[in-house]
């Protein structure tokens, strides 16, 4: 219901609208005096601020004449330039603004007002005051809305471009408007999507606001089942990301190698990506694990990248010439199980050499042979190494040999170990042979 309301009286209503041009210049004169903020904007944002002010006097007066049952209409005061009121002024700056032009009516009702009127025109002011304040925060809202809309885009069109590892000027040009542009220590994070009511907004929204309590930024999709977060800023991805697990669905949260700005984020992208992929083959896998503890998995699984890390971090420095015997060591204690004597019986050295060795596996490779996780991944490695320096040393088999070997014309597949021959059966396929 329209709450009633009295109607002043006319010599009232003349004093109220003949002062429209003095109260615009008052409240002028006081924001100048008493708001910092409005002396350090440019003329041409003061002015706008002015004209605000001035509006909202002119829309009180023609509001104080109408007649009962017409609500204020403040919205009009601010639809004229929204947008450049909420670049050039917070919304905080705009209560300031309705609070200085309020005072202003205000300290003029004595004289305004004609005898009995001056509680009628103070509710009045307070009254329209009110809905100005309303109109201020729907502005601000609405434009809050639209840019943050506009923000969703470019961020999605940022991490998908990540995705695709196109670092090219459309996606600087993205990053820069989203103030991304100089971020270092850039991590790329996917897990699954929680299951919470309201989908995939209150997903993202939940992330960022839980990385931004660990002073981290974060960009932040849904693709499908997944949720997908960049993080920047940050030198421990790991702590971070176990602090804000519980934002993401069930099962494994992969990160990525953590890279120096946005635009080598591909590469932490696509080891973050292969590692959920394969993390199914470790049962035992951490709800938060980083994409180089799943190696192993990313081999079997078939990526290239994670076999040459493999090869490169384990076969090749023990491969090295001044660390034969530490290759040789180490598929010693690995075909033994893992058994130290074993080993030193096997390799004619003291067990004391064989953990010494052991030791220096572990400072060359970074993995420890006795811990059976690590061992595992070694072994994989080892063989990775060798059917690499196999492939590189042995010429591959024309297309026709291929095509004649094997019984009936039909190829054979090539077993991953000789048959281990006896004497009798050796000069058997010698003489065939010859």
């Known amino acids: 219901m329209t709450d009633q309301r009295q109607h002043p009286s006319e010599a009232t209503s003349r004093a109220v609208e003949r002062s429209a041009g ?19 904007l440019s003329a041409e944002e003061r002015s706008q601020v002015g004209l605000v002010a001035q509006a909202g006097i002119s829309q009180f007066i023609a509001w104080f004449h109408q007649e009962e049952g017409h609500e204020p209409s403040a919205i009009s005061i601010f639809a004229n330039a929204p947008q450049e009121l909420t670049r050039s002024v917070s919304l905080r700056q705009t209560l300031d603004l309705v609070r200085t032009v309020v005072d202003v009516v205000e300290s003029r009702v004595e004289s305004l007002a004609g005898p009995g009127d001056e509680q009628l025109l103070r509710e009045s002011v307070l009254r329209f005051s009110r809905e100005i304040a309303f109109a201020a925060a729907e502005v601000y809202a609405g434009a809050a809305e639209a840019r943050g809309a506009w923000d969703a885009r470019l961020e999605a069109l940022v991490v998908d471009g990540v995705l695709r590892g196109e670092a090219d000027e459309s996606m600087q040009s993205r990053a820069s408007a989203l103030g991304w542009g100089d971020v270092a220590d850039v991590t790329f994070v996917v897990g699954t999507t929680p299951t919470a009511a309201g989908g995939a907004v209150p997903a993202v929204d939940d992330l960022r606001r839980s990385v931004r309590q660990h002073g981290v930024e974060a960009l932040a999709i849904v693709q499908r089942s997944r949720l997908i977060a960049i993080l920047g800023g940050t030198r421990d991805a790991l702590r971070v990301v176990s602090a804000v697990a519980d934002c993401f669905g069930p099962g494994p949260v992969v990160l990525g190698p953590t890279v120096p700005h946005l635009f080598a984020a591909g ?34 699984a078939g990526e290239p990248q994670a076999r040459r890390l493999l090869v490169d971090r384990v076969h090749r420095p023990l491969a090295a010439a001044s660390h034969s015997a530490l290759l040789t060591t180490a598929t010693a204690y690995l075909e033994s199980g893992g058994a130290l004597e074993a080993t030193a019986r096997t390799l004619f050295v003291h067990p004391n050499t064989v953990r010494y060795r052991l030791g220096r596996i572990c400072d060359a490779t970074g993995y420890d042979l006795t811990v059976p996780r690590e061992a595992w991944t070694v072994r994989i490695a080892l063989s990775l190494g060798r059917l690499a320096a196999a492939g590189a040393s042995s010429p591959a088999t024309p297309p026709a040999a291929a095509s004649r070997s094997g019984h009936g014309g039909s190829p054979t597949l090539p077993s991953m170990r000789p048959p281990r021959l006896g004497l009798e059966e050796s000069s058997k396929l010698s003489g065939a042979t010859s």
Do not use: C, F, K
């Open 22 to 40: 003095e109260l615009a210049t008052l409240a002028s004169q006081r924001m100048e005096e008493h708001l910092r903020w409005y002396r350090e």
């Open 267 to 300: 590469r932490s992208a696509r080891a973050a990506l292969s590692g959920l992929s394969a993390a199914a083959a470790w049962p035992e896998v951490p709800r938060v694990v980083e994409s180089d503890a799943l190696l192993a998995e990313r081999a079997l």
